[in-house]
């Protein structure tokens, strides 16, 4: 029943929502479902770690790897939907584009995303994935200007194709469990095929042509780099809180679903294959965004192409693989998660009051807007991987792991994309915080919510740059056990 | 072996054939209705095979699976298709990036290379070559319509022609999947194609043509 009511409560909230005509009462329903739903996310989590695994019927499951990112999304929609109070204000009211439709389509993608991480079936799992494309698709052209209508359709598009061909990766898998004898009706129970790798070895080929599928297919959705084209679009011209949920949410889920394949992977045919290909797209999303970061002139979009190239820094952790680099994959999935998030707001905010997202055009933000711009500068900072912020530990982590595989490659080209994106964060933002105070239309006026939000992620990002609390390391070694 | 099993196994047999035909069609096709209504056709072949499979070895979640075909596939996205043409009151033309004749050449081509990409597979696993052949065409030929048409519909359909490939290829190798599974995604096909329906709209009312080739603001 605990898991049931994950996804009861954000479908119903959706629903709800949309009957609330006046905007501040469906603010206060999405806020009530949101909560709810929080302490849903809580007590299974809690519930999993107290025992190991969690079922309910054939298709809903949940175990260690699903509580970590369950943990993960469940902090990243509390600080999304509280932020978002402060930035709706702004939406001017339209049919199709006041708040309630905005809160009923995030509550249908929380239902969506859910859903992929408490399948127990990768059939079922790619279902899911499919159907957060289209929920999050309206979203993206939330505003119907012309770079909304062109992002929404090039998202729906790109991304439906890629998932096609995670759909074909999975059927060839099916092709291998159903080939070596396992039973028809659990061949895509994921729990069913850890247990029966050892025999998914026979068809070596079948295994290696599924993966290739679905890390190109889920890799779609990750932005790993040929397939990334989508990513930038739909990130800058979704309102600010769905980039946030995007970037630190989706990418995660997707990702998630890989690492799913690629445990039943490794466990059939030994770790070498599947690990080489992470290696690649992860090596190749690094190099490629770290670059594009430097010529980038749209604020969102520069994050957006940070968010490609972290995703490649967990591939790398991944692909590397061992206690320490998934271990640090893992940690850096929720490290970036909390700074892309703050950096996503910080965004919004500047946005609110320059009107504008060109870089060029912003000068003076530390004078005009203080507290906006000591959030960009500690979310970038964190972005980076300095101390003492949480990505540091976990791209320490990975780069400990490279070292000591002896991945001298990898590592070295991971140190040289890591400090091209530094040079090019502080080439973009220098000019943009120092200088004179502008005449900014300084309409902007912070809420006590906006100052909890950015608060509470600059904390998480010290105190998981400190010390990891141990009852989140105890989790994260607990999703470490499901992958080896 | 009686007659209807006979039957059913030709069918089986030169379904793969029809479907070429259907891809061939589609490639010479102009007007975005006629590909539709072999869309609509190539579906039919597809769940008569379904029906084939299904009465070959006596299971019934084939026939489940092959009344979604019709009702999804044949009918529904079709239809709505057909009325998002009719509404959007725009040209019919496919507005193709290369001529008739050409795009016939190279969809030949790529029925060609499906055959040889199967080769080895369809002999390891002992599977039906012609219709393994005929899913990965499908496959191609989608993504083929995808990136040499122009109009915003037909990378719908290009999408739809695509996706036949990967239900034809769950088909011929294992069966099908799981009824809820096939369920689960025939509900996702039906939501996308809406949902693609209504960006058609919004990219009619925003850009005033339906040229995706034009849709090039975002860059880098």
Do not use: P
């Given at each position: 029943m605990t898991l049931v009511f994950l996804l009861l409560i954000p479908l119903l909230a959706a629903l709800i929502v949309l009957t609330c005509k006046r905007p501040r009462r469906a603010v206060r329903v999405a806020m009530s479902a949101g909560a709810l739903e929080v302490a849903a996310i809580a007590n299974a989590v809690w519930r999993v770690r107290a025992a190991g695994m969690l079922e309910c019927g054939r298709y809903l499951r949940a175990d260690g790897l699903t509580a970590f990112f369950l943990l993960s999304v469940g902090v990243i929609l509390a600080l999304v939907l509280v932020y978002s109070i402060g930035y709706l204000r702004h939406i001017p009211a339209g049919r199709f584009s006041s708040p309630r439709w905005f809160y009923s389509l995030t509550f249908v993608f929380v239902f969506t995303i859910m859903a992929v991480y408490l399948s127990a079936n990768l059939g079922m799992l790619w279902i899911c994935v499919e159907s957060t494309t289209l929920a999050s698709a309206l979203l993206v052209g939330f505003y119907n200007t012309k770079g909304a209508v062109e992002a929404g359709w090039k998202y729906l598009v790109v991304c439906t194709v890629g998932i096609a061909f995670a759909l074909f990766g999975t059927i060839a898998l099916y092709l291998a469990a159903f080939k070596s004898g396992v039973n028809p009706e659990s061949a895509l129970d994921w729990a069913a095929l850890m247990n029966a790798a050892s025999s998914l070895g026979a068809n070596r080929d079948l295994i290696k042509l599924s993966f290739v599928f679905v890390a190109v297919g889920y890799g779609t959705k990750i932005g790993f780099v040929p397939m990334h084209s989508w990513l930038p679009d739909a990130h800058a011209e979704a309102p600010t809180p769905i980039s946030a949920l995007l970037s630190a949410v989706l990418l995660n889920c997707a990702m998630y679903a890989l690492l799913r394949f690629d445990a039943i992977t490794s466990h059939a045919i030994g770790s070498e294959f599947s690990h080489t290909l992470l290696l690649i797209f992860g090596g190749l999303s690094v190099t490629v965004a770290a670059l594009l970061m430097v010529v980038q002139r749209d604020l969102k979009r520069l994050l957006a192409y940070s968010s490609i190239e972290h995703m490649g820094i967990v591939a790398i952790g991944v692909g590397i693989g061992g206690p320490v680099g998934l271990f640090g994959a893992l940690l850096h999935t929720f490290n970036h998660s909390v700074a892309k998030s703050l950096m996503f707001f910080t965004a919004g905010n500047v946005r609110e009051s320059y009107d504008t997202l060109r870089m060029r055009r912003i000068h003076g933000m530390a004078r005009s807007m203080p507290w906006t711009s000591a959030g960009l500068v500690v979310s970038s900072l964190a972005i980076v991987g300095m101390p003492p912020f949480g990505l540091f530990i976990s791209e320490f982590m990975i780069l400990t792991a490279a070292f000591s595989a002896s991945r001298y490659l990898i590592a070295i080209l991971l140190?040289?994309?890591?400090?091209?994106?530094?040079?090019?964060?502080?080439?973009h933002f220098q000019p943009m915080l120092a200088g004179k105070r502008v005449s900014v239309p300084a309409k902007l006026k912070l809420l006590p919510t906006d100052f909890a939000v950015m608060g509470a992620c600059a904390a998480l990002l010290v105190v998981f740059g400190v010390r990891i609390p141990d009852a989140f390391a105890y989790l994260l070694q607990r999703a470490l056990v499901v992958l080896q | 072996m009686g007659l209807i099993?006979?039957?059913?196994?030709?069918?089986?047999?030169?379904?793969?054939?029809?479907?070429?035909?259907?891809?061939?069609?589609?490639?010479?096709?102009?007007?975005?209705?006629?590909?539709?209504?072999?869309?609509?056709?190539?579906?039919?072949i597809m769940a008569a095979e379904i029906l084939a499979v299904g009465y070959a070895n006596k299971s019934i979640e084939s026939y489940a699976v092959a009344a979604l075909v019709i009702v999804v596939k044949v009918v529904g996205i079709p239809y709505l298709l057909f009325r998002i043409v009719r509404n959007l009151k725009a040209s019919q033309d496919v507005a193709s990036s290369t001529t008739g004749a050409q795009s016939v050449f190279i969809m030949a081509v790529l029925i060609l290379l499906s055959f040889f990409a199967v080769a080895p597979y369809a002999r390891t696993l002992q599977l039906d070559e012609a219709m393994l052949a005929a899913a990965i065409a499908l496959l191609l030929a989608g993504a083929f319509l995808m990136v040499s048409r122009k109009k915003a519909l037909m990378q719908v359909i290009g999408l739809l022609v695509l996706e036949n490939g990967i239900l034809l290829s769950a088909l011929t190798t294992t069966f099908g999947m799981p009824l809820v599974i096939e369920i689960g995604i025939f509900f996702d096909l039906l939501m996308g194609v809406f949902l693609m329906g209504l960006f058609v709209f919004r990219i009619r009312d925003t850009f005033e043509h339906l040229d995706v080739s034009k849709l090039r603001r975002l860059r880098g």
């Open positions: 140190m040289v994309s890591l400090s091209i994106v530094f040079g090019a964060l502080l080439h | 099993e006979l039957a059913a196994a030709k069918a089986l047999a030169s379904s793969a054939v029809f479907l070429f035909v259907t891809l061939l069609m589609m490639a010479a096709a102009k007007r975005i209705s006629t590909c539709i209504v072999l869309f609509s056709a190539q579906s039919a």
